[in-house]
């Protein structure tokens, strides 16, 4: 059984940062790969970074990278994902999900069928 919770969600200006927190608990033997998906209104879960378990590897939506870094605290299930430069179309509810086991490489974690726990997400609005 794990548990991942996401926190760091808001409301924020176009042009402004934030800076979002996840945490997989549950585990006393194993990191996780760790992923950030978001979904917008009437669209799809559209993937946005992922981090092995190591913290070594990071792999990135091609869209969104250079705006958006993930980061993780090394030998903890604890991940970050820190957006800059937001713009209105960032707005949307953001998942953190954790994998047990499952390939190092951005076909595997960039799928969301690769991930076995999620938690509630957390919304992030930006304005014009």
């Known amino acids: 059984q794990v548990h991942v919770v996401e926190s760091g969600g808001g409301l924020v200006q176009a042009g402004g940062s934030l800076r979002l927190s996840c945490e997989a608990s549950?585990?006393?033997?194993?990191?996780?790969?760790m992923g950030w998906f978001r979904q917008a209104p009437g669209k799809e879960r559209e993937f946005v970074a992922a981090i092995n378990w190591s913290g070594g590897n990071t792999y990135y939506s091609d869209s969104l990278k250079g705006r958006f870094t993930i980061s993780r605290v090394n030998g903890k299930n604890t991940v970050y994902l820190q957006m800059n430069s937001l713009i209105p179309e960032d707005t949307a509810i953001y998942y953190c999900?954790?994998?047990?086991?499952?390939?190092?490489?951005?076909?595997?974690?960039?799928?969301?069928?690769?991930?076995?726990?999620w938690g509630q997400g957390t919304q992030v609005t930006v304005s014009s």
């Open positions: 999900a954790a994998a047990q086991w499952g390939p190092d490489n951005f076909q595997a974690m960039s799928r969301s069928n690769g991930y076995d726990y």
């Open positions: 549950g585990s006393t033997f194993t990191t996780y790969g």
